[in-house]
């Protein structure tokens, strides 16, 4: 019987229709997402020249605002009237769309130039619109995939499509704006062209996907009884813990683009992003061949230790050798080694799967808003450290040199923090208890509740 519900399982795939449907969300989710943690710390910080004290300020507002609204983002999804709207997720893409451009662009139309207080206004009331319509939109987005199928394989192939999907799509865009003044004219009019563009897409991932009917019928619980259930599940709390390591290392990642350039020298924005797609790839690629050997939850482990040990001696080469040759050996290493992160997001769904077990439910929304409330800070508290770090290098904004103290402090913000932090999030993942036959014997309980569901479906 556990062998015949595991071979069901393996044919629980996507249709073409859901997979490029939800391959074409990326391409929004990554231009307005990732431009606007590759630009916006620039913009306000290094153009605008906030004081460091107000922008630590706007980014404990920020880190506030950005936590709350995922759990009731996703509790608001997860309640929505399913007869009235047709979906719980596939409205607020598509209604969700124009409202979410237009926060984007109001975060690159400066309000001031010179006056510190209508700057900070600008800077929390702009990111702070722009992340709750990001949470509303893509949180729905990422909760699509494993409603539409239970397969690990299938799951992890779309996932990774998704992103080399996005990537086909964002890199170029990021080429062309990585070097260019956020306060320019054209940048600004580059923005309204992407807003326009994610707009189009994201109206046709609404028009591909499809939310599958079984689930339409799920019990709803109330918003208390929704978060206390949350915090009861041992793997996902486990998973939280991994996932704030994460946010905080792609939080000092993007969006300090602009300083490695002082380490990696010119062409720094071309050389992330050759390094990104080809190394980064490569690697997800081979993580993913290697799953069904290993398992995810191994792989996290073996190579994210080979990551912490390479970074760690790329760090003090490069403090001892200040050479961009280097630090780009040390990128390569980092990308490389952490490859693992094409299985973060899948991860997360078997939490979700066990979750549907123990409740006989499926609640995507409220355990990524839940996750979202607890890692969301980190998006905050990884500026924060490195608005820290800088200040204590003595770093000169607006500067083309920077002295050799201020290199070591951009050093430590390239390689040893991330070494630090991701040495903290194996920890969590030691301990993450979906893996081996346990999850086995979850695969084949939650197939059953699936065949269940359909059948009462047809009755």
Same mark, same amino acid.
């Given at each position: 019987?556990?062998?015949?519900?595991?071979?069901?399982?393996?044919?629980?795939?996507?249709?073409?229709?859901?997979?490029?449907?939800?391959?074409?969300?990326?391409?929004?989710?990554?231009?307005?997402?990732?431009?606007?943690?590759?630009?916006?710390?620039?913009?306000?910080?290094?153009?605008?020249?906030?004081?460091?004290?107000?922008?630590?300020?706007?980014?404990?507002?920020?880190?506030?605002?950005?936590?709350?609204?995922?759990?009731?983002?996703?509790?608001?999804?997860?309640?929505?009237?399913?007869?009235?709207?047709?979906?719980?997720?596939? !409205?607020?893409?598509?209604?969700?769309?124009?409202?979410?451009?237009?926060?984007?662009?109001?975060? *690159?139309?400066? *309000?001031?130039?010179?006056?510190? /207080?209508?700057?900070?206004?600008?800077?929390?009331?702009?990111?702070?619109?722009?992340?709750?319509?990001?949470?509303?939109?893509?949180?729905?987005?990422?909760?699509?995939?494993?409603?539409?199928?239970?397969?690990?394989?299938?799951?992890?192939?779309?996932?990774?499509?998704?992103?080399?999907?996005?990537?086909?799509?964002?890199?170029?865009?990021?080429?062309?704006? @990585?070097?260019?003044?956020?306060?320019?004219?054209?940048? %600004?009019?580059?923005?309204?062209?992407?807003?326009?563009?994610?707009?189009?897409?994201?109206?046709?991932?609404?028009?591909?996907?499809?939310?599958?009917?079984?689930?339409?019928?799920?019990?709803?619980?109330?918003?208390?009884?929704?978060?206390?259930?949350?915090?009861?599940?041992?793997?996902?709390?486990?998973?939280?813990?991994?996932?704030?390591?994460?946010?905080?290392?792609?939080?000092?990642?993007?969006?300090?683009?602009?300083?490695?350039?002082?380490?990696?020298?010119?062409?720094?924005?071309?050389?992330?992003?050759?390094?990104?797609?080809?190394? @980064?790839?490569?690697?997800?690629?081979?993580?993913?061949?290697?799953?069904?050997?290993?398992?995810?939850?191994?792989?996290?482990?073996?190579?994210?230790?080979?990551?912490?040990?390479?970074?760690?001696?790329?760090?003090?080469?490069?403090?001892?050798? %200040?050479?961009?040759?280097? #630090?780009? /050996?040390?990128?390569?290493?980092?990308?490389?080694?952490?490859?693992?992160?094409?299985?973060?997001?899948?991860?997360?769904?078997?939490?979700?799967?066990?979750?549907?077990?123990?409740?006989?439910?499926?609640?995507?929304?409220?355990?990524?808003?839940?996750?979202?409330?607890?890692?969301?800070?980190? #998006?905050?508290?990884?500026?924060?450290?490195?608005? !820290?770090?800088?200040?204590?290098?003595?770093?000169?904004?607006?500067?083309?040199?920077?002295?050799?103290?201020?290199?070591?402090?951009?050093?430590?913000?390239?390689?040893?923090?991330?070494?630090?932090?991701?040495?903290?999030?194996?920890?969590?993942?030691?301990?993450?208890?979906?893996?081996?036959?346990?999850?086995?014997?979850?695969?084949?309980?939650?197939?059953?509740?699936?065949?269940?569901?359909?059948?009462?479906?047809?009755?």
């Amino acid at each position: 019987m556990r062998r015949s519900l595991l071979s069901n399982s393996v044919k629980d795939k996507i249709s073409s229709r859901n997979l490029w449907g939800y391959a074409i969300g990326a391409i929004p989710s990554g231009l307005l997402a990732y431009i606007f943690s590759l630009k916006y710390v620039e913009l306000f910080y290094d153009d605008l020249q906030l004081l460091p004290g107000l922008f630590i300020l706007g980014q404990i507002i920020y880190m506030t605002i950005n936590a709350l609204n995922d759990p009731l983002s996703g509790q608001l999804s997860d309640r929505t009237n399913r007869k009235k709207w047709g979906s719980r997720r596939i !409205i607020y893409i598509k209604y969700g769309a124009p409202i979410w451009a237009l926060t984007f662009l109001l975060v *690159w139309f400066p *309000w001031s130039f010179d006056n510190q /207080i209508i700057i900070f206004f600008h800077y929390v009331i702009s990111i702070c619109l722009f992340d709750t319509m990001l949470t509303l939109v893509v949180l729905v987005w990422m909760a699509l995939l494993p409603e539409m199928t239970s397969d690990l394989d299938e799951r992890n192939k779309a996932h990774f499509l998704s992103l080399v999907f996005g990537a086909i799509f964002v890199v170029p865009f990021f080429l062309i704006v @990585g070097d260019m003044q956020p306060t320019s004219q054209s940048f %600004q009019f580059l923005m309204i062209v992407i807003a326009i563009i994610s707009t189009l897409f994201l109206w046709l991932t609404a028009y591909l996907c499809e939310e599958k009917p079984e689930y339409q019928k799920d019990e709803v619980f109330p918003l208390w009884k929704s978060i206390k259930e949350s915090l009861k599940l041992k793997s996902f709390l486990i998973f939280v813990g991994f996932n704030f390591c994460v946010t905080f290392l792609g939080s000092i990642g993007l969006s300090y683009l602009f300083i490695w350039s002082f380490i990696l020298g010119d062409n720094s924005t071309i050389i992330y992003f050759v390094i990104f797609i080809l190394v @980064g790839y490569g690697s997800n690629i081979l993580c993913m061949k290697l799953r069904p050997k290993w398992g995810m939850r191994n792989i996290i482990l073996r190579l994210g230790a080979l990551k912490v040990v390479g970074m760690l001696i790329s760090f003090v080469l490069l403090v001892v050798v %200040q050479s961009s040759s280097l #630090a780009m /050996i040390g990128l390569i290493i980092s990308t490389f080694f952490g490859g693992y992160g094409v299985f973060v997001v899948p991860t997360m769904y078997l939490s979700a799967d066990e979750d549907e077990i123990n409740h006989g439910t499926r609640r995507e929304g409220m355990l990524l808003g839940m996750n979202a409330l607890f890692t969301k800070p980190a #998006a905050s508290l990884g500026p924060i450290v490195a608005t !820290i770090v800088l200040e204590l290098f003595l770093y000169n904004s607006g500067s083309d040199i920077q002295s050799a103290f201020t290199l070591i402090g951009i050093d430590i913000l390239f390689l040893l923090i991330p070494a630090i932090v991701t040495a903290i999030s194996l920890i969590f993942m030691y301990f993450y208890p979906l893996h081996g036959e346990k999850l086995k014997d979850m695969r084949v309980k939650l197939e059953q509740i699936h065949m269940e569901k359909k059948a009462k479906m047809k009755a």
